[in-house]
């Protein structure tokens, strides 16, 4: 089955911790992408990765780290510098630029992360 | 800044009603606008558009997009209380630099269709 998966699906933290979400695909996609959604709130961008290595900031990079040491796995760490942690994270991943769907991304089931 | 809203926020029908979801957008070098149906978890793909005019259909769901007027509209016909879901619109830009890929999402529009 090719997807993308994330753990875990629920996450508790208490304040002052730090927690790594992870995310894996198979889809052999070379773009990954972290999101957060809080409610009443579409998505918005932490990070994205357009291959192994190399990584941007997206719209709210502040209180996040990532990683991107393999082309199927794009771990984001919440540190304890995010300031309002809780909330719904996503990952996605899309195709190589250059193919018609590029803009096309497909997204893992998320994890709810809670501070304590 | 690149921009998107969604209008309405949320909207409650009864099952057999059509409604429409709308998405205004600025941005800088578009590419193509996606809407995305998202119940409990991961959004799912419905639509991508790259043409003005031109209408994507599946079943009872369509969409079309107006680069003129900077707008699409997502159009549920005979609604069924599976179609409850929050409903998103994005826009994807042009690769180049670092935009590869990424898209900016509205806010959400939160469907609730009643029995």
């Known amino acids: 089955d090719g997807g993308i998966t994330q753990s875990p699906k629920y996450l508790f933290r208490k304040e002052g911790q730090n927690v790594t979400l992870s995310c894996e695909q198979n889809?052999?996609?070379?773009?990954m992408y972290w999101y957060r959604q809080d409610p009443g709130q579409g998505l918005r961008l932490i990070y994205y990765?357009?291959?192994?290595?190399d990584f941007q900031k997206g719209d709210i990079a502040e209180g996040y780290s990532v990683s991107r040491e393999k082309k199927e796995s794009f771990p984001l760490t919440v540190t304890s510098a995010q300031k309002n942690p809780t909330a719904f994270y996503l990952c996605?991943?899309?195709?190589?630029w250059g193919t018609g769907s590029y803009n096309e991304q497909f997204f893992g089931p998320g994890t709810r992360l809670t501070v304590l | 800044e690149d921009k998107v809203v969604q209008s309405p926020l949320s909207l409650v029908v009864h099952e057999g009603d059509t409604v429409t979801l709308n998405c205004s957008y600025e941005?800088?070098?578009?590419?193509?606008l996606l809407w995305y149906k998202q119940e409990k978890k991961a959004p799912t793909f419905l639509f991508m558009l790259?043409?003005?005019?031109i209408e994507k259909k599946s079943g009872r769901l369509s969409s079309i997009l107006d680069k003129k007027e900077l707008f699409s509209i997502l159009n549920i016909t005979a609604t069924q209380t599976g179609d409850s879901a929050i409903y998103l619109c994005?826009?994807?830009?042009?690769?180049?630099?670092?935009?590869?890929?990424?898209?900016?999402f509205g806010q959400g529009t939160i469907l609730t269709v009643h029995p």
């Open positions: 996605a991943s899309s195709p190589k």
């Open positions: 990765s357009q291959i192994v290595n």
């Open positions: 941005v800088t070098n578009f590419r193509s």
């Open positions: 889809l052999n996609h070379d773009a």
């Open positions: 994005a826009v994807g830009l042009n690769a180049g630099g670092t935009s590869y890929g990424k898209l900016t």
């Open positions: 790259t043409s003005s005019g």
